[in-house]
T-cell receptor
């Protein structure tokens, strides 16, 4: 079964909007939470990652919020651009394997 | 991070033939690499963990005789799809593990006719 639940499956925003993608997990052994961006026909690229001892991390226009007690984390894309249109995967690791969410297809309209 | 390449990027083969996909870590000596499979509009599915100098560890349900993995050096892992059939058509992606992070290759599109 999927160890990381990701929602929504897809979303559409206007340029400048803030797409928000949410993920939840159950396994408390997970201690590393990366996000990947994937364009059609390409491999996933690491965007940003967080550990449970941090509640928020920003890198450029990408922000991860982490709620350890709720076992949830989310990705916000600030000032989204058409070039951000891609599929985003959250993931969780227990120091060995990555468990991926189902993915969210984000479309940013100009 | 690590820079990962895959070769070929696309391959079309006839049913019953074998296909080898290479995964190279260009700037990092990788003791551990992973092989994934991805169907259209789906998430990545881990197939196996490739360990340098030892046998690969396969995920449940993945046929080890069908998907042969060799990790003969710290910079190269290969996946051979043996006796390929149309249902093996998919996007195959490898990754290199650097501490906690996995860096992915560009993927190989396999089409079996």
């Amino acid at each position: 079964q999927q160890q990381v639940k990701q929602s929504p499956q897809s979303l559409i925003v206007q340029k400048g909007g803030i797409p928000i993608i949410n993920c939840a997990y159950e396994n408390t052994a997970f201690d590393y939470f990366p996000w990947y961006q994937q364009f059609p026909g390409k491999g996933p690229a690491l965007l940003i990652a967080i550990r449970p001892d941090v509640s928020e991390k920003k890198e450029g226009r990408f922000t991860i919020s982490f709620n350890k007690s709720a076992k949830q984390f989310s990705l916000h894309i600030m000032d989204s651009q058409p070039g951000d249109s891609a599929t985003y995967f959250c993931a969780a690791s227990d120091d060995y394997k990555l468990s991926f969410g189902a993915g969210t297809t984000v479309t940013v309209r100009a | 991070g690590a820079v990962v390449s895959q070769h070929p990027s696309r391959v079309i083969c006839k049913s019953g033939t074998s296909v080898k996909i290479e995964c190279r870590s260009l700037d990092f000596q990788a003791t551990t690499m992973f092989w994934y499979r991805q169907f259209p509009k789906k998430s990545l599915m881990l197939m196996a963990t490739s360990n340098e100098g030892s046998k690969a560890t396969y995920e449940q349900g993945v046929e080890k005789d069908k998907f042969l993995i060799n990790h003969a050096s710290l910079t190269l892992s290969t996946l051979t799809v043996t006796s390929a059939h149309p249902e093996d058509s998919s996007f195959y992606i490898c990754s290199v593990k650097v501490t906690d992070t996995q860096y992915f290759g560009p993927g190989t599109r396999l089409t079996v006719l």
